[in-house]
């Protein structure tokens, strides 16, 4: 059974839109605008590209990596992995062809079968939607989540307010910055 791992950048009010610079986001850029780099903070980036067997991401988020990650030196791991889209509008001939082996998924059962097969974790990039939906289902098995201290108020939250039972997590992992930024690598308990 493989392990499905959403990781983030998140701001300390649960905001995860538009971290990196995305146009029509109020804040965009938050993750560097007013915060000191430190690079000892994204030691677990590099480490998710090394460790995951595969990467999974919604429609959106695909539309916005898909033009630009497939020549970014910082992701030669992402480059050459299998990828999976849970999409039920994106076709196969939307898909890029310069990224390695794609598949689109078009439902949560389709990512619980894929949670099935052999292979390594499978981790999550951007897809604020997709992650709710996948968190509401019960399949996501860990975050790796990387919390700025900052409050943007209004945006794209890591969870959904649906009303559901309590989920425990239990911290594997977590360290603190010099910028203020706190790693929080939590299992979730079933």
Avoid: C
Avoid at 137 to 162: C, E, M, N, Q, W
């Amino acid at each position: 059974m493989r392990t499905l791992i959403a990781t983030a950048f998140v701001s300390l009010d649960g905001v995860v839109e538009a971290p990196g610079g995305e146009a029509g986001y109020r804040s965009s850029g938050w993750t560097f605008k007013d915060i000191e780099f430190d690079p000892a903070a994204y030691e677990l980036k590099g480490r998710e590209q090394e460790e995951a067997g595969a990467m999974m991401m919604g429609r959106a988020s695909y539309e916005a990596f898909a033009p630009v990650w497939p020549d970014m030196p910082e992701f030669p791991g992402y480059r050459v992995m299998p990828k999976y889209v849970v999409s039920t509008t994106l076709q196969d001939e939307d898909l890029v062809t310069n990224w390695g082996d794609i598949t689109i998924l078009r439902s949560l059962d389709d990512v619980a079968a894929l949670k099935q097969t052999e292979g390594g974790p499978i981790i999550i990039h951007g897809s604020a939607t997709l992650d709710r939906n996948l968190s509401d289902a019960g399949l996501i098995d860990r975050y790796h989540l990387l919390v700025f201290p900052v409050l943007l108020g209004a945006g794209k939250r890591l969870f959904s307010a649906t009303d559901k039972d309590k989920q425990r997590l239990e911290v594997v992992e977590s360290e603190s910055y010099s910028n203020g930024i706190q790693k929080l690598v939590y299992d979730v308990v079933r």
